[in-house]
T-cell receptor, first 113, second 110 residues
Framework: GAVVSQHPSWVICKSGTSVKIECRSL??????MFWYRQFPKQSLMLMAT?????????EQGVEKDKFLINHASLTLSTLTVTSAHPEDSSFYIC?????????FGPGTRLTVL | RKEVEQDPGPFNVPEGATVAFNCTYS??????FFWYRQDCRKEPKLLMS???SGNEDGRFTAQLNRASQYISLLIRDSKLSDSATYLC???????????FGTGTRLKVLA
């Protein structure tokens, strides 16, 4: 139980394009999901908290207009990186909350050329 | 000071060795703590929660020291498959947010 999927697992795009990443809880409902970013040899940094049916809450320093989050259902949250640039290249990981525990998706590796 | 601090390592140990990692946290009001394991280019996976009384799961033992604000992870009889990065996680007080340490890299050598 408590499986979270992410799609795509990797994506390469040109600078200036937008990329959408999906995060799904497969066998449970999650009113809260989280989006993280991890640069090489660094830890996971929380970007935002995604709440079903309401606006996401962004961490300090994360541009909400650049990283659009939509949590339209209890099993799906999406992160759209708008006008992506090379510095946005990173490993993006989502998690879905169940109780106090978070279950992580397998991550999406984004490379912006 | 970072909210959660870990020695990044790497810790290189021979198979069969016992190895311990520490993690310190800055908020004395923190209540929930976890150890996660992350393999290269993979997502973190829960290794174990850390309880006040300490807890053990096979070769792994977690301890919490509230007075000194640190948690520890002890791995006995290290296996090659234990090679990974071990992430200390503290639940941010009053929220469901996880605060991750930078991780400690372990390499178990044959």
């Amino acid at each position: 139980g408590a499986v979270v999927s992410q799609h795509p697992s990797w994506v390469i795009c040109k600078s200036g394009t937008s990329v959408k990443i999906e995060c799904r809880s497969l066998d449970f409902q999650a009113t809260t999901m989280f989006w993280y970013r991890q640069f090489p040899k660094q830890s996971l940094m929380l970007m935002a908290t995604s709440n079903e049916g309401s606006k996401a809450t962004y961490e300090q320093g994360v541009e909400k207009d650049k990283f659009l989050i939509n949590h339209a259902s209890l099993t799906l949250s999406t992160l759209t990186v708008t006008s992506a640039h090379p510095e946005d290249s990173s490993f993006y990981i989502c998690s879905a909350q169940q109780g106090y525990e978070q279950f992580f998706g397998p991550g999406t590796r984004l490379t912006v050329l | 000071r970072k909210e959660v601090e870990q020695d990044p390592g790497p810790f290189n140990v021979p198979e069969g060795a016992t190895v311990a990692f520490n993690c310190t946290y800055s908020n004395s009001a923190s209540q929930s703590f976890f150890w996660y394991r992350q393999d290269c280019r993979k997502e973190p996976k829960l290794l174990m929660s850390v309880y006040s009384s300490g807890n053990e799961d096979g070769r792994f033992t977690a301890q919490l020291n509230r007075a000194s604000q640190y948690i520890s992870l002890l791995i006995r009889d290290s296996k090659l498959s234990d090679s990974a990065t071990y992430l200390c996680v503290v639940l941010k007080t009053g929220t469901y947010k996880y605060i991750f340490g930078t991780g400690t890299r372990l390499k178990v050598l044959a």
